[in-house]
């Protein structure tokens, strides 16, 4: 099984700043890598996939990059409606054995 | 607007069955694969099952196969899984959610999920 780790468990940043978390997996899972946010009380929505192609709808301060077996989420100038649990996934393998990272808390400075 | 709505959860005792359901709106159903994906505080978020467009391919998370089956009704734009032998482990908010891949060998992304249900297995 493939183990995705985010680092941090919790990011604490300012509004306007830029926040940028980390997913790496225990083994090289190409580009197919997504992200999702999940706010209280809601289910996750997609952010990233293909480890940089923005979902639909998704604003373009949120970026993410790499490949392999380290991937970074970006967020820049950051709005409060960005204060989120954020949480990678790999979907490389098939048949499909899909897994998430343990999520990162960004949280307001 | 795509939207997805789950419904079935509850609480059952250990052993007990439970079958959940989830209404698709708002795009072409038969198009696309639909996985159950599950989430606890202690575990995260994890991957449950997946089902190919007609039904006719289906794949579980190890925890799960041979008590938990997915199907779905593309006349009724419905998705479910039917969960028996139920354990503790098991209890967890339970997605719907529109599953994507663009290779064929590789696993799939959820671009839209619905709003979750609760299965709380206890006695």
């Known amino acids: 099984e493939i183990v995705l780790t985010q680092s941090p468990v919790t990011l604490s940043v300012s509004p306007g700043e830029s926040a940028t978390l980390s997913c790496r997996a225990s083994q090289s899972v190409s580009s197919n890598l997504a992200w999702y946010q999940q706010k209280p009380g809601q289910a996750p929505g997609l952010l990233i996939y293909?480890?940089?192609t923005r979902a639909t709808g998704i604003p373009a301060r949120f970026s993410g990059s790499g490949s392999g077996t380290e991937f970074t989420l970006t967020i820049s100038s950051l709005q409060s409606e960005d204060f989120a649990l954020y949480y990678c996934?790999?979907?490389?393998?098939?048949?499909?054995?899909?897994?998430f990272g343990q999520g990162t808390k960004l949280e307001i400075k | 607007e795509v939207e997805l709505v789950e419904s079935g959860g509850g609480l059952v005792q250990p052993g007990g069955s439970l079958r959940l359901s989830c209404a698709a709106s708002?795009?072409?159903?038969?198009?696309?694969?639909m996985s159950w994906v599950r989430q606890t505080p202690g575990k995260g978020l994890e991957w449950v099952a997946t089902i190919k467009k007609d039904g006719s391919e289906k794949y579980y998370v190890d925890s799960v196969k041979g008590r938990f089956t997915i199907s779905r009704d593309n006349a009724k734009n419905s998705l479910y899984v039917q969960m028996n032998s139920l354990r503790a482990e098991d209890t967890a908010v339970y997605y719907c959610?529109?599953?994507?891949?663009?290779?064929?060998?590789?696993?799939?992304?959820?671009?839209?999920w619905g709003q979750g249900t609760l299965v709380s297995v206890s006695s």
């Open positions: 996934q790999q979907y490389n393998n098939w048949p499909p054995s899909d897994t």
């Open positions: 293909g480890a940089s």
């Open positions: 959610a529109r599953a994507r891949h663009y290779d064929i060998l590789i696993g799939f992304y959820s671009d839209y």
């Open positions: 708002g795009f072409t159903f038969s198009d696309y694969w």
